[in-house]
């Protein structure tokens, strides 16, 4: 059988330096590798997004041009848009008869992320809404409609990933095995954390670095990142394990660089202003590629497009094959 990549990513923002060590750059090597599907999740941003139509617009074209700078493939990964597939929306209406709201409620990445909104849901979730509550069940349908079998996704989103095998097994043994169960494609990714030494890089946490930052932003960023703070002076001997400015350079930088910071930081031969100094040019001299290619895009917009029609065209066939199987298997196929 045929092993389908799946994975989606919310078009909420431009992509950052968590998001390509976490798991973009893991694509690179996986569209080699597999049959490979990308969904641009613009329904999954509108659940905590609905007020900001105009975000989501611009993100959907925003994050295709990041992935294709960076190096993925449009004729070996078919980009999708989830909106120009009805019959992901037709299938969470199937599947949300499946999930209890218990269970969803449950659900650990749901919790956090309620968690983290307390703006838009209130302090205890009490203005949740029914789509952001059921969106694990939007994203079960977005695999199994098009028999994804590899999931590359990070810890934090394990629990979304069982969810979707629940919803399968129920399925399957109400309606017979029609359902691939998906797996978790295991990677070497990292997560990264930000530049105020934060365990996550976000863009709501204002600590990011992004693939499209101009050389004066990043400047700016790096010359404002979290230090040991037990060096005040250039001589002082200092940790580099609790410094965020050594994180970034063992990220960008090379071997023997990075060696070389390590060991003038903790004797005390190294100066803070310096080695961040150093670490702007390592970061400009990682995106610069990435950056070029970037304006390719941004010059070509009507590239852009057309590499989304002709992803979202194949994500179509293969969306309404499965439908018809799994309409039949759950006797709704009237009449042609
Ligand atoms: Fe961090 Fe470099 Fe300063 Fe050491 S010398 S604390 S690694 S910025």
Do not use: W
Not at 34 to 47: G, K, N, S
Not at 194 to 219: C, F, P, Q, V
Not at 221 to 246: F, H, L, S
């Amino acid at each position: 059988m045929e092993k389908i990549i799946l994975t989606g990513l919310r078009p909420t923002g431009n992509l950052h330096l968590g998001h390509y060590f976490g798991a973009c750059q893991n694509y690179i090597k996986l569209q080699e590798e597999h049959d490979f599907y990308l969904e641009i999740a613009d329904v999954q941003a509108l659940t905590d997004n609905f007020n900001n139509p105009e975000k989501v617009y611009k993100n959907v074209f925003e994050i295709t041009k990041d992935l294709l700078s960076i190096g993925l493939d449009p004729n070996k990964v078919n980009f999708f848009i989830q909106s120009k597939i009805p019959e992901i929306a037709e299938l969470t209406v199937f599947f949300s008869n499946l999930v209890t709201v218990a269970r969803l409620e449950r659900n650990p990445t749901v919790k956090n992320e309620i968690n983290q909104k307390k703006e838009l849901f209130g302090t205890n979730g009490e203005s949740i809404t029914y789509g952001f509550l059921g969106y694990p069940v939007s994203q079960a349908a977005d695999i199994t409609v098009f028999g994804g079998s590899l999931i590359p996704v990070g810890e934090d989103q394990l629990p979304l990933l069982e969810q979707c095998r629940e919803i399968v097994r129920k399925f399957n043994s109400i309606y017979g095995e029609i359902l691939i169960e998906p797996q978790q494609v295991l990677s070497n990714t990292t997560r990264v954390k930000g530049l105020d030494g934060n365990e996550k890089m976000g863009k709501s946490l204002g600590n990011a670095i992004y693939l499209i930052d101009a050389e004066e932003t990043i400047t700016k960023k790096i010359m404002g990142a979290v230090t040991d703070p037990q060096k005040i002076k250039k001589d002082d001997i200092a940790n580099p394990n609790v410094c965020m400015v050594y994180y970034y350079h063992n990220l960008v930088n090379n071997k023997e660089d990075i060696k070389k910071v390590c060991s003038e930081c903790k004797s005390g031969e190294r100066g803070c202003v310096q080695c961040k100094k150093e670490l702007i040019k390592a970061m400009n001299d990682f995106l610069k590629p990435i950056q070029e290619k970037r304006k390719y895009y941004d010059s070509h917009p009507e590239i852009v497009t057309d590499i989304l029609i002709k992803g979202t065209k194949e994500a179509q066939k293969k969306a309404t094959a499965k439908m018809e199987e799994i309409k039949k298997a759950m006797k709704i196929d009237y009449f042609e």
